[in-house]
């Protein structure tokens, strides 16, 4: 079993989950270019997202490109003879695309989760009333 890492823009630090769990394992991260042509990202962004993943990925083997997302993955993935991908959740409907692509290609997919910062788990409607509830959790020592 050979596992890739898959970072994202919701997974973007040294101390992901995912890439913790596999400090040998290749990694990628995909600047999808179809969210790119619809997304309107200054140049500044793209240079802190860039610089952020080359931190996260400095010490191992990692592949940085722009194209389709799931292509990209599933070609890396292929050319290391990757079975396992492993990404950390966000809640997002790209992620969830990506995800069902990787699967239909038959890879394994493995979800990490970032660490709650508080227990809530109700809908958010407006941030005073969500604060209110857990600022005494969140800033405990």
Known sequence: ???LVWLH?????????????????PAIF???KPFLE?????FGRLQFIFESVLECVE??????CVGIQSEEIIAFARSRNCTQIHVTFVASPELD????ALEEAG??????????LTSYSGQVKR???????????????
């Open 38 to 42: 619809r997304t309107r990202i200054s």
């Open 127 to 141: 941030f005073s009333a969500f604060w209110k509830r857990v600022e005494t959790e969140v800033w405990k020592p």
């Open 1 to 3: 079993m050979s596992v």
């Open 30 to 32: 995909v600047f999808d």
């Open 97 to 100: 695309r990506t995800i069902d």
């Open 107 to 116: 890879f394994k997919v493995v979800l990490h989760h970032l660490e709650r």
């Open 9 to 25: 823009g919701g997974s973007l630090s040294p101390t992901d989950p995912a890439l913790l769990a596999n400090p040998n394992a």
């Open 59 to 64: 010490a191992r083997e990692h592949r940085l």
